[in-house]
């Protein structure tokens, strides 16, 4: 019986002491720390690890001049209430943090959307602590492609009024959609505090290489350009010291070499009024008195003069749209006539006399240069001239005897067609809105063979016109055949 109340006092004095016990223990506020949803600990107070984070920060701080150092990105921490007493050190989970991940600084995302050759969209994000420093970047690359003084008239309302030639912006304004928002930024990502580094990449890219060309007796930014495969205007961009393509060299110069990359488009719409060479047409008559093959100019030919008006698009200063608004004719052609012996119409072209390939009124809106493709943003050789102004459906024409080769569509050169002169020589004709003549068909110079389009690849009706010598495309630059 002493047992047994023994044994019951000593249960009754487990159950008050133990129960009693629970009834005073209060539960914790702690917090626990997730990173990318992966648990690293539990601390007492959220607010010591961000002040442990922000000391610890001093070198970042230095860095970029910032006051605070932030929490990385991906970071939460969750209030719990625990009756559990185990927490971790805001040292060791400062320590986690760090191998783990970026602390971050308060500025500002960029955000700029391109689209890509297959229509995708594609978004590359821009890191600054000031959102002065993106727009100085914009306001620096708009002074490279349109030049500073020229924008300047154009915002403050100074542009000059066009009484006989000239040209008035009428717009200007960042080809891509771009966004903006305050963001805390890894310290490890490339943040630019500065403008100029930004314009320089925005100008140039990531991979921007330089090489230093030493000029040499008889050379010109133009042939410089090309030997080196890039445009003049890139000569221009990367050798501020010079003005204009027209600049003399000398022997010993040293000038940069450096493709642009650029990665926003400066777009810049424009009204033009110039004047503009018209090139004379060449009249042919056969005499049956004269022997084959023999010719014989009876009147000099001599280019007239129009004063053409037109709007203009370009992209990062190169033109990607051509529209026509007017044209004054101030001077005629002169006809060159050129008798030649026997009357039919060879099948063998001349090799010294062309004719050109639309009518009066055109622009050369690019050239047979090096230069970033507007539309497809790759790096290539223009292969011809890009004709323009002459208005959408004109008339593209032979510019010597030969034979049709080719008369169809390509994906790239769109409606085009393709003339063997028999001589060495060929010419291509591309973007055609139709075409006028078939495989096989004997034509003249100056016979009408299609009409100025934009299909294919193309920004604008124009006609893409090339000269190959000597086999397929081994292309020279048309322009030679024209000096």
Sequence with gaps: MKKLITISVMFLSIFVCGFGYSRNVEPNNFYQVYLNDELLGTIKS??????????NGEYYKKKFGVDKIYSPKGLVVKKITTYDNKVSSISSIYKKLSKKADFTISGYEFKIKKTTDDEKIETQSVYVLDKTIFSDAIKKLIDTFIGEDKYKAYVDGTQVKI???GENIQSVYVNEDITVKKSNIPVNSMIYTDHNDLAHYLLYGKEHKETIYEVRAGDTIENVAFNNKISPEEVLISNTDLTGKNN??????????????PQIGIVEESYVVQ??????GTEERYDDNMVKGQDKVIQQGANGLDRISQKEKKINGTIVYVDRQDKTVLKDPITKIVVKGNKYIPE????TSWGWPTDSGWTISSGYVWRTNPVT?????????DISGTGYGSKIYATNNGTVQEANYHYSYGNHVIINHNNGYLTLYGHMSKIAVKKGDVVSRGQVIGYVGMTGVATGP??????????????????TMYR
């Excluded at 607010?47 to 922000?54: P, T």
């Design 163 to 165: 009484e006989t030639t």
């Design 46 to 55: 959220k607010k010591a690890l961000d002040d442990y984070i922000d000391k």
């Design 348 to 351: 063998v072209g001349s090799t």
């Design 462 to 479: 124009h006609v893409h016109y090339e000269i190959w010598k000597g086999c397929n495309y081994c292309r020279i630059d048309p322009m």
């Design 248 to 261: 003399l060299l000398y022997p010993g110069q040293k000038l940069i070499i450096s493709e642009t990359n």
């Design 275 to 280: 004047d503009i060479e018209s090139q004379y």
């Design 377 to 385: 943003r790759k790096r290539e050789l223009h292969g011809g001239l």
